[in-house]
């Protein structure tokens, strides 16, 4: 079965691609291929389309050494693709908090007083920081990275993972604190 690469995963590709040209100009085709997961072939594609579009300037240094260059058009638009990526970035922690802070003002108003976290690097810190910001007295978290080291008492769990959520067992809730899929995801009642 052939796979087919959406224009917004091509696009994503293609800034992988500059990102690492810019790293190292004198990389071979299957070196970045490797960098970024894709077929040489494919590789070979993104560096003629990214040629034509004057993003890069191919270079050949001898006979089986070749240069890319970023040009001032690819190095602007490496800078314009970062900048979105930033807003986007900003935009999921924001959202983030939002729905942390209404999950839990709700989860604390009903009684609640004991939550498991299950986040990951960066998203485990901002979610531990909302959580402090919150200053909710008496209540009590426990923060893992996976499901699998969930304690056998968790009740209310909270979700910040590109893991998939698990079945919860009897008197067990996950409330998904962000979807990575859609931007505009709301804790319900937001």
Same mark, same amino acid.
């Given at each position: 079965?052939?796979?087919?690469?959406?224009?917004?995963?091509?696009?994503?590709?293609?800034?992988?691609?500059?990102?690492?040209?810019?790293?190292?100009?004198?990389?071979?085709?299957?070196?970045?291929?490797?960098?970024?997961?894709?077929?040489?072939?494919?590789?070979?594609?993104?560096?003629?389309?990214?040629?034509?579009?004057?993003?890069?300037?191919?270079?050949?240094?001898?006979?089986?050494?070749?240069?890319?260059?970023?040009?001032?058009?690819?190095?602007?638009?490496? *800078?314009?693709?970062?900048?979105?990526? +930033? /807003?986007? !970035?900003?935009?999921?922690? =924001?959202?983030? #908090?939002?729905?942390?802070? &209404?999950?839990?003002?709700?989860?604390?108003?009903?009684?609640?007083?004991?939550?498991?976290?299950?986040?990951?690097?960066?998203?485990?810190?901002?979610?531990?920081?909302?959580?402090?910001?919150?200053?909710?007295?008496?209540?009590?978290?426990?923060?893992?990275?996976?499901?699998?080291?969930?304690?056998?008492? *968790?009740?209310?769990?909270?979700?910040? +993972? /590109?893991? !998939?959520?698990?079945?919860? =067992?009897?008197? #067990?809730?996950?409330?998904? &604190?962000?979807?990575?899929?859609?931007?505009?995801?709301?804790?319900?009642?937001?």
């Amino acid at each position: 079965m052939a796979t087919t690469i959406s224009n917004h995963q091509l696009a994503e590709k293609e800034f992988s691609l500059i990102q690492e040209i810019a790293k190292s100009p004198a990389r071979t085709q299957r070196d970045l291929s490797n960098s970024i997961g894709l077929s040489l072939g494919m590789t070979n594609l993104l560096i003629k389309r990214l040629a034509r579009k004057g993003l890069i300037k191919i270079q050949q240094l001898d006979w089986n050494r070749t240069q890319y260059l970023l040009t001032l058009k690819g190095a602007m638009e490496k *800078a314009k693709k970062s900048y979105h990526y +930033t /807003l986007y !970035t900003l935009r999921i922690f =924001k959202q983030i #908090q939002e729905n942390i802070a &209404l999950a839990m003002r709700r989860e604390y108003q009903s009684g609640s007083r004991a939550f498991t976290v299950v986040a990951q690097d960066e998203i485990m810190e901002l979610v531990r920081d909302t959580l402090q910001d919150l200053r909710l007295e008496g209540a009590h978290f426990a923060f893992v990275s996976k499901f699998t080291e969930l304690p056998s008492d *968790a009740r209310i769990v909270l979700t910040a +993972t /590109l893991e !998939t959520t698990p079945a919860s =067992k009897p008197g #067990q809730r996950f409330l998904p &604190l962000v979807d990575f899929e859609n931007l505009d995801f709301r804790v319900n009642g937001a």
